[in-house]
């Protein structure tokens, strides 16, 4: 053990544990009722931010069987394990599962348990419409997989182009079900991506100045403002693509002067920044996971919080990329390009600083660190080959090909999932009190390392050979059975690896070893509370005196004066985080899941009515007045003054 | 494939062997691929490809020998020093932009290279996507010198293609690895596509762009040929379709002309005129059947006829129920459509 990560510490409930009677206090108000209403009724973010997590890892799983089922299809040409239509439906259920109710939910899923934890305070800042982010995501993934098991699952891709997904050729029930889920998920991110963004501005642990608060945190509030801004375009889209559909409204039909391309440019305005919705959050986790390995601050915090920054701007003005095939003018698609290319200098700068923060760190390889390791590896091939793609000749080529396939799974399991990956092993102690088994969190880390590359580099050949992507079968002559064979094999080697993963979870949460408030002797705030923190996060609200607080050599001060009697935070100033006011949050609430549940008959009824609409209005407008019916109970603002 | 009308025309044409081993000899020979060009364009992407690939792998073993120094070396009084580190950050992102500006200016330069107007010798070929073939129309007017087909497109080697592209459905994406990059077929939009064939020789491209059920079966083959045995090609297209011979053939057409063969399909010198399907007049000229889903064989032929549901689930072909005799014959007279 080297010594930065011996360095004092606090450890705050031994010197600020409040009295008993307090902590029933909080017990009692922070609370949530036991038994299935309780359940149904929980505002608690870490409660939410778990079932989210649990939730979207369970459709990473039936997007990993989509994915094995498309491996076995494709293991050998002219294949008749699955037909043409189920192979269609199959591989776009795989990209919507993976993209919308995977990849981002998992994300937010973690930044709603975490951001609370990280900021130093006790809820996110709207906990029902918290609860209600979660109803409606869990609403619209079952309502996809419904359709799915009835045989209605989505068949035009994940990016569903139209004329395609057009009532004309996508009549049943299929393109309906993937527009609506749609919906239901964008709502739900950008209801997190709101809470995220006033928790983070206004609910900041005193003292933690803007340039104080954690990587994971600016990741999330760089991602929750580009939910802001990417969400609305893909419901136009989809929402456009919905009336078309139900009322034949002709906005994309060419024949009635409707255009194809104007989905394509909505689709995209969001489809690209949704990739960097997914990866920015990684990246705040990659820092994370880096400054806890190597006992030390992350080097030139302000160049990655800035690199984050403008990759969240940039990110917004390369969607052209994805249509240089589709004839738009020439000199508009090189800004595309220069664009496009200009990501790599962010991300250059952030390889490169995390480079400098682990040289000469002699960092500790457990398993977090080594899915970082992997991630170095796997996601410069990506960025590599995603610069390449910028340039418009050569993605003309590939563009539409497996080689496209291999690259964006190396950004996306190389960018995102291992992070992730690393991040869930990272932070299960504190998720759970228990530490996942290094011994088999190697093997994973070895496993889905090798099958990765076996399963995805092997692809960008066959790109290069003339396969295109969404294609159900091939011929023999086509020369692709070899490396497509190759592939296969690699997919089982992957999915061993994720299966162990999973197997390390279950068998962790029971048997682990306990792991104690801080096992990996890290800096940040959410190893300040017990494992698993209680419902009021903290019993006292610290001071931040500096960037890494844990690290800090003297005994954290901690704020006074917070009702425990009920649910009370204390609202800082956002940049400075001084001291402004109290606030009271609302407690349980079943309303929330009412209030998802009355958009639900909506969203699905229109599949036959419009209706449905007015139905579901109604309801709506019920069930919001019960959602704000008064409580007797004053809720909002308080001087912090008062004693 | 099992195709159950396939027993009695087991007999493969000379043709349609010559077709297979076109086909088999994709893998090794490349006749879809892009990184074995046969036209200008594909030959510059190629160019740019290895420059960005060997860049790329350069700065991958920097980055990554970086990477494992960083992870291994011992603590030294220099990799404490945030200055130091701070210079060396500064420098790489430098390189970073650097190379990132080299990149631009190779990618435009080859976009400029691709994208050189066509000058006037060219020639000038309407593709229209279906779901799931490709209509082609030579347009040869003002003298009435149409030639129409599918599938199959005859290039002379040499002078340059400018592709007229669009679509009577869904958006299709025109693919021809050996020639040039995509370009898409959108419904009320026209796009052009400009190639050039360098050497002869028989290619493979397919649809790229997910087009519905059968996205994968919608193949098409391009033959770039020396200029004058395009033009014999051409000429040859031209004719109207080849009078039966035989009496078989002569029943053939006419099981041809009194089914509903005739509603989608046309053949030119009868009265046979539908749109919604394959031109048939010279049907037995072409490499492969149902959009590059199999050799165009005898057997083949038989098969597609009374089960293409088999071949190809879902295309919009129906299942033509006819008595043995009325098919060998049917057979018979499209294999006579050269």
């Not at chain 1, 050729?169 to 998920?185: G, K």
């Amino acid at each position: 053990m080297s010594t930065p990560r011996e360095r004092p510490r606090k450890e705050p409930e031994e010197t600020a544990l409040p009295a008993d009677g307090e902590r029933a206090e909080l017990r009692k108000s922070w609370g949530t009722p036991a038994g299935l209403l309780g359940w149904l009724m929980s505002t608690d973010h870490k409660v939410i931010g778990k079932r989210y997590v649990v939730t979207a890892l369970t459709f990473f799983a039936l997007g990993g069987l989509e994915a094995a089922a498309m491996r076995l299809q494709l293991a050998r040409p002219e294949n008749r394990f699955l037909n043409p239509d189920l192979y269609n439906q199959i591989f776009s259920m795989h990209g919507t599962t993976m993209m919308f109710l995977f990849a981002v939910p998992v994300m937010e899923g973690l930044g709603v348990y975490f951001v609370p934890l990280l900021v130093g305070t006790r809820n996110v800042a709207f906990p029902k419409l918290n609860a209600f982010g979660y109803w409606i995501y869990l609403l619209g993934g079952l309502f996809l997989y419904t359709g799915f098991a009835f045989n209605r699952g989505a068949d035009a891709g994940w990016f569903a182009y139209v004329p395609l997904s057009g009532p004309e050729y996508s009549p049943s029930h299929r393109v309906d079900i993937w527009a609506n889920m749609i919906t239901f998920t964008e709502v739900s991110a950008l209801a997190v991506a709101i809470e995220l963004i006033v928790t983070t501005f206004k609910q900041k642990a005193p003292g933690m100045s803007i340039n104080r608060m954690p990587m994971f945190v600016w990741a999330m509030l760089v991602n929750s403002f580009m939910v802001l801004f990417a969400m609305p375009a893909v419901m136009m889209a989809s929402g456009y693509l919905a009336l078309d559909r139900l009322i034949g409204t002709h906005f994309f039909n060419p024949a009635e002067g409707g255009d194809p391309l104007l989905y394509q440019h909505l689709f995209w305005f969001f489809g690209h920044p949704e990739v960097y919705i997914i990866f920015i959050p990684a990246l705040g986790m990659v820092s994370m996971i880096i400054s806890a390995a190597t006992g030390r601050p992350i080097f030139g915090k302000p160049a990655l919080v800035l690199s984050l920054v403008s990759t969240a701007f940039l990110g917004f003005g390369l969607w052209v990329h994805h249509m240089f095939a589709t004839g738009l003018p020439q000199l508009g698609e090189a800004f595309f390009t220069v664009a496009s290319m200009m990501i790599a200098i962010p991300t250059g700068t952030q390889i490169f600083c995390w480079i400098r923060s682990v040289w000469g760190s002699r960092p500790r390889f457990h398993t977090p660190f080594l899915f970082v390791i992997g991630f170095f590896l796997i996601f410069l091939v990506g960025g590599f080959t995603g610069v390449m793609l910028a340039a418009i000749p050569f993605n003309l080529q590939v563009h539409d090909t497996f080689f496209v396939v291999a690259h964006f799974h190396y950004v996306l399991i190389g960018g995102a999932v291992f992070p992730l990956f690393g991040a869930l092993t990272y932070w299960f102690p504190k998720l759970t009190g228990r530490m996942m088994s290094e011994k088999l969190g190697r093997w994973t880390v070895a496993l889905m390392f090798i099958g990765f590359n076996v399963t995805f580099f092997p692809m960008h050949w066959l790109g290069f050979k003339g396969m295109p992507r969404r294609v159900y079968t091939y011929l023999p002559e086509a020369g692709w059975s070899t490396a497509n064979l190759i592939a296969s094999l690699g997919a089982a080697v992957l999915a061993v690896g994720v299966l162990l993963f999973v197997i390390n979870a279950l068998r962790s949460m029971r048997a682990g070893e306990p792991a104690g408030d801080n096992p990996w002797a890290a800096s940040t705030l959410e190893w300040a509370t017990s494992s698993p923190p209680p419902p009021w996060n903290f019993d006292r609200i610290l001071v931040v005196p500096g960037q890494n607080p844990l690290w800090h050599e003297k005994e954290l001060s901690h704020v006074t004066g917070l009702r425990s009697d009920r649910r009370e935070v204390l609202v800082t100033r956002p940049l400075d985080a001084e001291p402004d006011h109290r606030a009271v949050l609302p407690g349980p609430s079943i309303w929330p899941l009412f209030v998802a549940l009355s958009i639900t008959v909506g969203l699905v009824g229109t599949l036959w009515t419009p209706w449905a609409v007015v139905l579901s209005g109604l309801l709506f407008l019920v069930t919001m007045t019960a959602w704000y019916w008064p409580k007797g109970e004053p809720t909002g603002k308080h001087p912090v003054t008062e004693p | 494939m099992k195709v159950p009308a396939r027993a009695p025309f087991a007999r493969a044409s000379a043709r349609g062997a010559t077709a297979l081993a076109l086909i088999a000899a994709a893998g090794c020979r490349g006749i879809q691929s892009a990184l074995d060009p046969a036209g200008r364009e594909a030959s510059r992407i190629a160019g740019l490809w290895w420059f960005l690939f060997w860049t790329c792998t350069a700065v991958f073993v920097v980055v990554t020998a970086a990477l494992l120094v960083a992870l291994f070396r011992r603590r030294t009084a220099q990799s404490a020093d945030p200055k130091r580190g701070r210079a060396l950050i500064v420098g790489a992102v430098g390189a970073t932009a650097a190379i990132l500006l080299l990149f631009l200016i190779v990618s435009v330069s080859a976009g400029r290279a691709v994208a050189e107007p066509a000058g006037p010798n060219v020639l000038r070929v309407q593709v229209t996507g279906h779901q799931w073939w490709w209509e082609i129309h030579y347009p040869g007017t003002p003298d009435n010198r149409d030639v129409v087909t599918a599938n199959e497109i005859h290039v002379p080697v040499g002078r340059p293609v400018l592709l007229e592209l669009t679509s009577a459905d869904v958006i299709h994406s025109f693919w021809a690895p050996n020639f040039h990059g995509k370009k898409d077929l959108i419904p009320g939009l026209k796009n052009t596509h400009l190639f050039r064939a360098e050497r002869p020789g028989v290619f493979r491209g397919q649809c790229a762009e997910f087009c519905g059920l059968e996205h994968a079966k919608m193949a098409f083959t391009i033959v770039a040929d020396p200029p004058e045995k395009f033009d014999r090609w051409y000429e040859s297209q031209l004719l109207p379709a080849a009078e039966p011979a035989t009496p078989s053939e002569t029943h053939g057409r006419d099981v041809f002309l009194s089914s509903p063969c005739m509603f989608c399909h046309s053949i030119k010198g009868t009265p046979a005129f539908g749109m919604e399907a394959p031109d048939l007049t010279h049907v037995a000229s072409r490499h492969t059947l149902a959009a590059g889903t199999v050799p165009n064989n005898r057997g083949n032929l038989a098969g597609w006829i009374a089960d293409p549901q088999s071949m190809k689930p879902g295309n919009h072909m129906p299942p033509m129920a006819m008595p043995g005799d009325d098919l060998l014959a049917l057979t018979d007279y499209l294999e006579s459509l050269k």
